[in-house]
């Protein structure tokens, strides 16, 4: 891992989380950083279309529903980010010629929507019980005007921001699993945001660990 310059500010806003929020789906999980908020729902494994089966894994669909009205061309290009990062997370081959479908509806965006998409999507998957081979979670940041690295930023500093970075991070060896980028920057300021990625998961992952602890400490 890079070592994160004194001038990045690394500091998340609070999380929230619960899990089996859902009685019909296999799994379920709110996830909120700040006032961004998302529902997840995973369904499956369960039967498959002819047309989408794989002989030798399970199909995963990811469909994001936003607030209000049909889902654009951003929500498609958030659902290919969350679908190939959950992919290469998930056991798919332990369960072929079957469909799982993880359904995220936004509930509030104020900033870091897609990493808010990317927690949620994992504490969804966890609660399912479905076999990965590893955990991950999404950080964004954003680069201001000073050159200045903001984490997990809100919809106001998103705006007045000339970059904004979202990484998906695995939990084993911090790599970087996915990326989605927008506006200008340089690779050493790229090389950066991974660092302070990397940096910043180390504290949502405790909080997945602590929030799973706490959830089974109350049903032992």
Do not use: W
Request: glycine share 4%.
């Amino acid at each position: 891992m890079m070592e994160v310059c004194g001038s990045s500010n690394v500091t998340l806003r609070e999380f929230g989380s619960e899990q089996s929020l859902l009685s019909r789906p296999d799994g379920s999980a709110s996830f909120i950083q700040g006032d961004t908020s998302v529902l997840a729902a995973v369904y499956g494994p369960a039967e498959v279309k002819v047309s989408k089966e794989i002989y030798d894994r399970a199909t995963l669909e990811v469909l994001i529903q936003p607030k209000v009205g049909l889902p654009s061309v951003r929500e498609r290009a958030q659902e290919q980010c969350v679908r190939e990062t959950c992919e290469a997370s998930l056991l798919l081959s332990l369960h072929p010629r079957s469909s799982l479908t993880l359904i995220l509806q936004l509930i509030h965006d104020d900033g870091s929507l897609l990493s808010c998409f990317l927690n949620a999507a994992c504490v969804a998957l966890m609660d399912a019980g479905l076999p990965m081979s590893r955990l991950f979670c999404g950080v964004t940041c954003a680069i201001d005007a000073d050159g200045q690295i903001i984490t997990d930023p809100t919809a106001a500093q998103e705006k007045e921001s000339r970059a904004l970075m979202t990484f998906a991070i695995d939990a084993t060896e911090r790599q970087v699993m996915m990326s989605s980028t927008r506006g200008s920057f340089s690779v050493h300021e790229l090389q950066q945001c991974i660092a302070v990625s990397q940096k910043a998961s180390e504290k949502i992952f405790q909080f997945y660990r602590d929030s799973v602890r706490r959830r089974y400490s109350k049903t032992l």
